[in-house]
């Protein structure tokens, strides 16, 4: 059982890594055009929470067994926050401002859980706490793409909705579905129930 464990630890960060890198497209395209155009940056930055939450949820001294839960999210932070930065850069005024707002309640969010859970927490306590900051916004992040489904309807056009982002979704939750559900850990296994 540990061993089917730790192979869809594996799969889980492999399609993790593809989740974190498929809007690589998207992110030369406004390099490129020096414009965000009409794609969401609340995607990415919703993404960066849950990364810097779940990456804290897998350190040892929150929940034990889940590092490669840790691995994996902390390499998706590096990610998203390079995206966000890009995308507060070419953002126009508005969007810029509201992007960066967001950003900063990000960072306020997970430095309010980190400090809560090291100072007043312990045990279960602890683990509890973070499990639940880091499903609930979970949630909020695989919701966040939902954000341009407005744009999808309105143009008829999926264009601002990459396909591979979506495939990526589903492989990677139902993979880490799987690996909290082989691991008795239910914060992992609800954070990405493949339907999310």
């Known amino acids: 059982m540990e061993v089917l464990h730790f192979v869809f630890g594996v799969f889980g960060n492999a399609t993790a890594l593809f989740l974190f890198l498929s809007p690589t497209i998207t992110f030369k395209r406004i390099i490129r055009s020096k414009s965000t155009e009409q794609f ?7 993404t960066l929470l849950n990364c810097l939450l779940s990456a804290w949820y897998g350190l040892p001294f929150v ?3 889940n590092i490669l839960v840790s691995t994996i999210n902390g390499t998706g932070a590096a990610i998203e926050s ?22 900063t309640f990000v960072l306020t969010v997970f430095t309010a859980v980190a400090l809560i859970s090291l100072f007043a927490l312990h045990g279960n306590g ?47 939750g139902t993979s880490w579905f799987i690996y909290g559900l082989l691991g008795r850990d239910a914060f992992v296994a609800v954070r990405y129930m493949p339907s999310s």
Do not use: D, Q, W
């Open 40 to 46: 969401s940056g609340i995607p990415y930055v919703m």
């Open 126 to 172: 602890r683990k509890l706490f973070c499990g639940l900051a880091a499903t609930i916004f979970s949630i909020i992040m695989y919701a966040s793409p939902l954000s341009i489904m407005r744009l999808v309807i309105k143009s008829k056009s999926v264009e601002f909705m990459p396909f591979f982002l979506s495939l990526f979704v589903f492989l990677c």
């Open 63 to 65: 929940s034990k067994n």
């Open 82 to 103: 390079i995206y966000v930065l890009i995308f507060i850069i070419y953002a126009p005024k508005k969007e810029k401002a509201k992007i960066f707002g967001l950003f």
